[in-house]
């Protein structure tokens, strides 16, 4: 296991992480100066598409949030909180083969409100592409959802990713800034988007 002294004038950020067979454990402390935020995560992998994690932060102005998920093939969960509100999240996602593949998921938190969504992809093969026909594609996403944002699956989002969705222009350079002011490492984890949502992104 990781041990971490913290001298309140020298630290800015300091983490650690122990892994042992299928289970993960990581702390991280991190200040921007003013504030002092603790992050702690638990991990295990049963194998067979079975994964279940749990994480919490707090910091020194009393703010506090954690999560609870589980993940089996193709199924996920999980629910978290701010401190302030609750919210359970859940999907599922099929493999058709051949490069499509079918989902459903939703949310409700503990004000009222609640979203849905489906999803359908498909890749077709032409052969002739004077055949090709010309798509209008209309999509509505929840723009509080961590994994539209999460392309990789791994967890964090990075300014990459966001730039991926929302094109490399100065207001994706301030959203990143702006939910990565906790820690700055360059990278958003999922409690630090669900507890920084609500105040940065509009109808979170």
Do not use: P
């Not at 990581?26 to 295990?44: E, K, Q």
């Not at 051949?98 to 409700?108: Q, W």
């Not at 509080?144 to 100065?170: H, M, P, Q, S, W």
């Amino acid at each position: 296991m990781c041990h971490v002294l913290i001298f309140a004038l020298a630290l800015t950020h300091a983490s650690c992480q122990h892994e042992n067979n299928d289970t993960t454990v990581d702390v991280r402390v991190s200040t921007d100066g003013r504030n002092g935020r603790l992050d702690a995560g638990w991990t295990h992998d049963f194998g067979n598409g079975v994964r279940t994690e749990a994480r919490g932060n707090f910091d020194t102005r009393g703010n506090w949030g954690a999560s609870l998920g589980a993940s089996s093939n193709g199924f996920d969960i999980r629910g978290s909180t701010d401190g302030h509100n609750g919210r359970l999240d859940a999907g599922w996602t099929r493999n058709l083969g051949r490069g499509s593949s079918i989902g459903v998921g939703g949310n409700v938190d503990t004000r009222g409100n609640w979203g849905v969504k489906a999803t359908l992809s498909f890749r077709r093969k032409r052969r002739n592409t004077q055949q090709m026909k010309h798509f209008i594609l209309s999509l509505d996403v929840n723009q509080c959802n961590f994994n539209l944002y999460d392309a990789n699956r791994d967890g964090v989002i990075t300014k990459e990713e966001l730039v991926a969705v929302f094109g490399d222009n100065t207001n994706t350079t301030e959203l990143f800034q702006a939910l990565d002011i906790i820690s700055g490492d360059g990278k958003v984890d999922r409690d630090e988007f669900h507890y920084l949502m609500s105040r940065t992104i509009d109808g979170c």
